[in-house]
């Protein structure tokens, strides 16, 4: 019976195998890959796939009784020695090697394969049979290496699932055709509308009345301070509307009837619900790295008979073509601005040159800290805006800084000033034109602000309807005016492509096939084997990526970690993903997050913050509840006490008021704690003693009390402070090293925007006076020798 088996064992092992003529190693069709035969009968136009994604599967040793080894029983057991010397002749045949390529095996994966093949084999008490007896062949003699390929093949796609349906990834993973993903929207023949003009030109207020006297609409923004102004304004107007946004439902109506109208953030549009009129605000952010999915779903998934888009005019010509793959004709209507907008001949120079109305503009938190710091020194009060604050205190700023009545006149702010914010702003100053900002590769970076956000921040001077009929522009500095003048005078680029993202079902259907990857890698492997045409983009994954690596290792389904991953958190706020983490394990368990578990957790009540620091984990707690409400609108179950957490978020947004009103206390208490030894983390990612321009920014020759640097420096005592100095010591030398490798300190910080011609030239003058007159070098030296002589005679 054994005698008869090892023969027909033997033969189907060298089923399908290659043929070897003349040397070459051919597979017959059964054999070859299906994914490879396929994708090159596509013609090719495929681009290679990032193997560098591809992670193997671990594949364990086969593990077995002595007794159960067949292939032993039918030949003779085998001589790892010589497997191990066989297995490096077939790694190193170049046909074999082509062969793999030809099977989607490039260099890398070959080599992968090949390492996980030869530890399998070698590690593995007993083999298949028909693997033993090949292998047995060929140390005997009577076979050949090659014959091991069909084995190593089958192995390769063990561990290299994609392999096998690398066809279907593709088909999954392919862009190419948005449109098609909204049949409803593709049902009906929609009219495009173009509200195109700059900010301040009435181009939303024409859509949002068409909006109002629709019988049914949405409106989609990007901010929820601007779906809340139309929300208020729509109800206001007799006109029901609900206010739908990542955190929260409000109905219109107390029954919580669905009314007619909807104002929503822009991810939270519904493709399905049929509506009259469709209001798309500020499409130019269509192009957004992060979010520009959001606009090219709603442009063309939205189920409506008008769609009325808003924005910059730089986007036309994009919008036309996205319309034009839908059969969809694009009517522009071009506004101009409804009051004139002056870019002075003059910079500020010094605050004490400050009017009613006036506006800075700053482009980090510490900037905002230090400027209003000196504002106040000077008697006046400023209202106070940056992004990190909760929309509610953005809301009262403005109102306090729109009041005729407050003695408040001054606004400080940030960019953030530039969407959701009605402000009576006469004059619009920048602290600086460039803007730290973070790459890709987690790097700070300074480069000046573009035409397109240079015309949204300085539009909102002499807005419509205030009490300045004219708006003006200008800078702090004289040496930024030139340059900010050339910012404003070019031309916006065009709009060129639209952001897309995978949904969950792709990434769904990616798992299905690939089981065994995380979340991170599908995404990987989905992005790098993606397809799009000219007119879109994948947006960046960054922060989905991070979301998903981060709680990779608690148990979640698919569904549920995407949903995790797609939170809407800054992820350089530690507080706030740590409990996003603590979130998802307390989900996996099953165990809901009940109020008291929050308040246990953010060690709620909290007190008014009494330096800048509490100001800080007081915006990341409030982050902390809208994280909350974000997750409570998709897993109601799980995070049952909204209402709860959304009544102590109201409370914690008048305990951040309270903060930024008295944010110059705050300031100073943040100074005296540094000055005793307190370390103090004030900035996001961009410290106080190493803002840019800080000294430049800041200061003013007239006033010594308002020159002082908003610097927090940390004074160590005993030991430490020797070994920070002594590290700060080397450091600076390792620095100035670097220095003279990249070329001049003075022509670097010139590079990076830390230091202008003007200010270079005023050193050099300050310090050729100082040389004159002894203060320094080596006539210090002199002055130091003849007056201790002197001193030695006296004594003498």
């Not at 008490?125 to 290496?145: E, R």
């Not at 680029?493 to 969950?504: E, I, Y």
Request: with cysteine.
């Amino acid at each position: 019976m054994r005698r008869c088996a090892w023969p027909l064992l033997r033969l189907s092992a060298r089923a399908g195998l290659a043929l070897r003529h003349g040397g070459a190693l051919r597979l017959r069709p059964a054999a070859a890959s299906s994914s490879s035969s396929s994708s090159s009968s596509d013609g090719g136009g495929l681009r290679a796939p990032d193997t560098s994604l591809f992670v193997p599967v671990p594949l364990k040793p086969a593990e077995g009784a002595a007794e159960e080894d067949v292939g032993a029983e039918l030949t003779r057991p085998l001589d790892k020695g010589e497997v191990l010397k066989n297995l490096n002749k077939f790694y190193k045949r170049k046909e074999i090697q082509r062969l793999g390529a030809e099977n989607g095996l490039d260099a890398r994966l070959f080599h992968q394969a090949f390492i996980s093949f030869r530890k399998y084999i070698m590690e593995s008490s007993s083999v298949s049979a028909d693997l033993h007896i090949i292998l047995n062949d060929i140390c005997c003699g009577a076979g050949h290496v090659d014959d091991l390929f069909p084995f190593f093949l089958r192995h390769a796609k063990q561990i290299f699932p994609m392999l096998d349906c690398m066809d279907d990834l593709r088909k999954i993973s392919d862009l190419r055709l948005p449109p098609n993903w909204y049949p409803e929207a593709r049902a009906i023949q929609r009219k495009i509308i173009f509200h195109a003009g700059p900010t301040n030109s009435g181009k939303t207020y024409h859509a949002i009345q068409r909006f109002l006297s629709a019988k049914s609409g949405i409106y989609c923004g990007p901010l929820k301070l601007l779906a809340h102004e139309i929300f208020q304004k729509s109800n206001a107007a007799n006109v029901p509307c609900d206010l739908v946004t990542g955190e929260e439902r409000v109905y219109a109506t107390e029954d919580a009837r669905q009314a007619p109208h909807i104002a929503c953030t822009i991810e939270m549009c519904s493709t399905n619900t049929p509506y009259e009129v469709a209001v798309i605000d500020e499409i130019q952010m269509i192009r957004d790295p992060a979010r520009g999915w959001a606009w090219t779903r709603a442009l063309l998934g939205l189920c409506a008979e008008e769609i009325h888009v808003c924005g910059e005019s730089a986007a036309i010509d994009l919008v036309t073509e996205l319309m034009f793959t839908t059969g969809e004709e694009v009517e522009v209507r071009n506004y101009k601005r409804l009051t004139p907008l002056t870019v002075l001949d003059y910079a500020l120079e010094s605050l004490d040159n400050l009017q009613p109305g006036d506006c800075i503009v700053c482009f980090s938190k510490n900037d905002i800290y230090s400027v209003s710091r000196q504002i106040e020194a000077r008697g006046l009060e400023c209202a106070v805006i940056y992004g990190s604050l909760p929309p509610g205190t953005k809301l009262e700023q403005a109102k306090k800084f729109n009041d005729p009545n407050d003695p408040c006149k001054i606004l400080v702010a940030t960019d953030a000033i530039g969407m959701g914010l009605n402000l009576c702003i006469k004059r619009i100053i920048f602290n600086s034109i460039v803007k730290p900002t973070v790459n890709e590769k987690g790097e700070k970076e300074i480069d000046s602000i573009t035409t397109s956000q240079a015309l949204q921040i300085a539009g909102r001077a002499g807005r419509f309807g205030s009490s300045f009929k004219q708006g003006e522009v200008t800078t702090m500095h004289r040496d930024d005016l030139l340059q900010l003048k050339e910012i404003l005078s070019e031309s916006v680029p065009p709009v060129k492509a639209a952001g897309l993202h995978p949904t969950p079902e792709q990434i769904e259907m990616f798992a299905y096939h690939l089981p065994d990857a995380t979340l991170s890698n599908l995404i990987d492997i989905f992005v790098s084997l993606s397809q799009v045409d000219g007119l879109y983009f994948v947006c960046n994954i960054d922060d989905f990526k991070f979301l998903a690596d981060m709680i990779q290792h608690i148990p979640l389904n698919l569904r549920s970690r995407y949903v995790f991953c797609t939170a809407p958190l800054n992820r350089k706020e530690p507080f706030v993903c740590t409990t996003l983490l603590k979130f998802a394990r307390q989900f996996s368990r099953n165990e809901p997050l009940t109020f008291d578990w929050l308040c246990r957790h953010t060690k709620w009540p909290l007190a008014p913050p009494k330096n800048i620091k509490e100001l800080v984990h007081l915006e990341a707690v409030h982050d902390v509840f809208d994280l909350y409400l974000w997750l409570s609108y998709r897993f109601m179950d799980m995070f049952p006490d909204a209402a709860l957490v959304r009544d102590i978020q109201k409370k914690l947004d008048d305990i951040i008021q309270i903060g930024v009103c008295n944010i110059t206390k705050l300031i100073r208490a943040s100074q005296s704690a540094a000055a005793s030894g307190a370390a103090e983390v004030t900035s996001e990612g961009f410290p106080l003693s190493r803002t840019k321009r800080d000294a430049r920014t800041v200061s003013d020759h007239r006033d010594a009390k308002s020159t002082e640097p908003l610097s927090i420096a940390l004074e160590v005592p005993g030991e430490r402070r020797g070994k920070s100095l002594r590290t700060y010591r080397s450091a600076t030398r390792q620095e100035d090293l670097k220095s003279h490798r990249r070329g001049s300190l003075a022509n670097r910080l010139l590079r990076e925007g830390l230091l202008t011609q003007e200010m270079l030239r005023q050193l050099e003058s300050e310090w050729q006076d100082q040389h004159r007159s002894g203060r320094y070098g080596l006539a210090s030296k002199r002055n130091d020798q003849s007056s201790s002589k002197e001193m030695g005679k006296k004594k003498k």
